[in-house]
């Protein structure tokens, strides 16, 4: 791209209720856009007043997303990075808090020459810079999409949506687009396809003074075309702009939808980009795959938020990426680790092939946890702990192996006998809980000849972390006379990453988050192998008998 070339703007937002999946919408737009051989990025508003979610429950908002340089992001982020394989920064999120923050920070040092500070226009002005901060983010982009979280017609949006409006005006109409996400709604009492919701909500969009560009209709089945026409005239969209998006199996199918639909060739054309021929065959294959495997896996999360399936939205993700390059589909068995606490783990875990413990913080359902750990150890059944995961292994093998009794984290126990996961040392004088923690990207070096070697193919790599507490180096020497192996190590503070077991086939913890790096068609190969050995399991413990693969 040279110098003259104007970055083209994509504003996502979304009408009628929430959850109508604009971080999919977005994340596949930008997807056949790069298809197209553009250089495409995704920022993220979200209108609330938290500075960023790392302090938020994750019944409030599930997981928290980390990116390489530490940011704690909202989770649409991970959608953007699979979909779309770039890793985004932390300018590729920003919340109300942020902004506010900001703006406040410099009317503190005086930089507003006594003037009175409003909404508009400082708070809209320093949307505007966040705006144009991540087209230029690096190397320079084509197209940069921006998805306002929230519905429209909340009163926490209108600064977001005031700012796009001054901003499209500022950039020109050929360099900006709004697309706008709405709901169609069936209503069985009247058997009947209802358009009002989105006339409504497109209302609420031209009074603040923006014009939709196009509407993407969410739809259980289908969207007859008179409805599209009704609905065009009703909200001033081109007929051909208002597109069905039908419900769909993977939300991996959602970029093939909108390309069977046209919606990329529409923004090509309304915005005067220069693209090529997409190129969609490896997605095409790899949603093929999804739909069609040769066989299947169980593989039980034990966790706290089980009931909660987004905290553990990446975990999930990654392991649709890793069911593919295995040709298999795994089957999440979700087991609160505070039931493991009350019955026997062999009443859960007995039709599973393989134990993944997620991170977490807290001391509910930690011994559950444990135990089940234990259950994975003996039974030499795959094991996978990531982060509190890796925490709770190496506290199950310092207790029932290496018999150092009351073996704890001192996050759950400060005055235990043994903290074999102990603070680390940069925490101890940490006052503030808000973006504190060990984040972002850290090097690894990895022990030749592991089970990590093996999967990462490398002996350097660098994962995202997310954490307090640590594996204690005081007991390293002990745990490792006993059998464990430290596979992984940060080289600059010396601190365990990675520990696996001898005597087992595939027992892995990682301080890390490895699901935060595996992308759509670039499965994690930890995530990998572990369903690999998963399958192993599965295929000695129960043979199969005539080819019957599991598969209904
Ligand atoms: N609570 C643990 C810590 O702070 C683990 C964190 C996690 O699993 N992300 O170290």
Redesign the pocket.
Known sequence: MDGETQTKYIFVTGGVVSSLGKGIASASIGRLLKARGLRVTILKFDPYINVDPGTLSPYQHGEVYVTDDGAETDLDLGHYERFIDESMSKKNNATTGSIYYTVIRRERRGDYLGKTVQVIPHITDEIKRRIRNVATDGEPREVVIVEVGGTVGDIESLPFLEAIRQFCLEQGHENCMNVHLTLVPYVHAAGELKTKPTQHSVMRLREIGIQPDMLLCRVETHLPEELREKIGLFCSVPKEFVVEARDVESIYEVPLIFEEKGVADKIVERLHLHGHEPDLKAWREFVYRIKNPSSYVRIAICGKYTELHDSYKSIIEAFVHAGVENDARVELKWVASEVLEKRPPEDYLSDVSGVLI?????ERGIEGKIRAIRYARENKMPFFG????L?CAVIEFARNVCKLEGAH?S?FKDDTEHPV?DLLPTQVDVENLGGT?RLGAYKCEIKPGTLAHKAYGTTQIEERH?????FNNAYRKQLEECGLIVSGVNPELDLVEIVELRDHPWFLGVQF?PELKSRALRAHPLFRDFVRAALEYKHRVEPEENGDNGLE
């Open positions: 997620p991170g977490g913080f807290g990531i982060c509190l995961g925490q984290s996050e996961i923690m997310r954490h307090r507490y640590e988050h």
